[in-house]
């Protein structure tokens, strides 16, 4: 029998509403919303209620996804679904380490409430934009983010789908040379430039707070965006400088199936990890956690 794999989304995924179902279904998820607007008033009022524009500023995206994803994973967990490891797109990583024991759920909150400021506060400073390269190779996409100084290949997400940060002046110029070289350029619902040098300031920012946090070695194996693989340098390393780096999502994925990893449960609001997965290696199971738990209670 294969493993399981928990992975938590990153920013993008967020909608009005999200997790309300849980909050008012099950006690389990009731409780994570509860300590997290213990720690941030508001938090599961912006999940519900907010609009998309407020949703989007990453201040509250961080904090607002982490509450949600949290409250999904422990819904799983108090129904004796448990992983074999566990991965995190981007903020999601935070969430990844958070239920894989380096840090108590206190702790991954305030973290993530923390990170969501830094890395607003360091976005505000450029104006620039994120899109989704599709139906070109990693080398094309590669090979046009060259002809710019300020644009670069920030996660790789799976074949024929790479994401690019870069500044905005030059945004319609990259669009037109990705149609020309027969791609499409979609614009993210995401404010900065993230896992690019523009996001430095921040990244340097958070290992300055994370070096007053205890950090444990966790229970759980924990892949990390920035190698693709399972910890072994300092988590706070990985945590800090995977803010300004690439996220090598497929080969994270690739090396979780190698290690035997069979079953893939997205834990967030949407689809979009499921969907990458699947284009990774139509092999494996991959589904959302919240349609698992359906499939789960119906039997």
């Known amino acids: 029998m294969g493993k399981i794999a928990f992975v938590f989304s990153g920013q993008g995924d967020q909608f009005p509403g999200m997790g309300q179902d849980l909050y008012?279904?099950?006690p389990s998820a009731r409780r994570v919303f509860d300590l997290c607007d213990n720690l941030r008033p508001g938090t599961s009022s912006q999940c519900f209620t907010g609009g998309q524009g407020e949703l989007q500023e990453t201040k509250n995206t961080q904090p607002c996804l982490f509450a949600m994803e949290l409250a999904v994973a422990n819904v799983l967990l108090e129904k004796g679904i448990t992983p074999d490891c566990v991965a995190g797109f981007s903020l999601g990583e935070v969430t990844a380490a958070t239920v894989g024991g380096v840090f108590s759920w206190e702790t991954g909150?305030?973290?993530?409430?923390?990170r969501g400021e830094l890395m607003q506060r360091e976005a505000e400073k450029w104006d620039t934009f994120m899109a989704a390269v599709v139906k070109l190779s990693t080398t094309q996409v590669q090979t046009i983010c060259d002809r710019y100084a300020g644009v670069y290949p920030v996660n790789f997400n799976c074949p024929g789908q790479v994401t690019v940060s870069g500044l905005a002046a030059q945004a319609a110029d990259f669009f037109a040379d990705v149609k020309a070289a027969g791609g499409r350029a979609i614009l993210l619902k995401v404010k900065g430039a993230f896992h690019s040098?523009?996001?430095?300031?921040a990244a340097k920012a958070f290992a300055q707070v994370l070096k007053k946090v205890e950090l444990k070695k966790g229970?759980?194996?924990l892949y990390s965006n920035l190698t693709a693989a399972p910890y072994t340098k300092e988590a706070a390393d990985l945590l800090s400088e995977q803010i300004c780096n690439a996220v090598q999502w497929e080969k994270l994925i690739c090396n979780m199936i190698t290690d035997g990893v069979d079953t893939f449960l997205e834990i967030g609001p949407?689809?979009?990890l499921t969907n990458m997965i699947r284009r990774i290696d139509g092999s494996v199971k991959a589904?959302?956690?919240v349609d698992y738990i359906a499939g789960v209670e119906k039997c």
């Open 24 to 26: 008012e279904k099950y």
């Open 219 to 221: 229970d759980v194996t």
């Open 287 to 289: 589904m959302p956690a």
């Open 197 to 201: 040098p523009f996001m430095n300031g």
């Open 109 to 114: 909150f305030q973290l993530v409430c923390k």
């Open 270 to 272: 949407g689809r979009t």
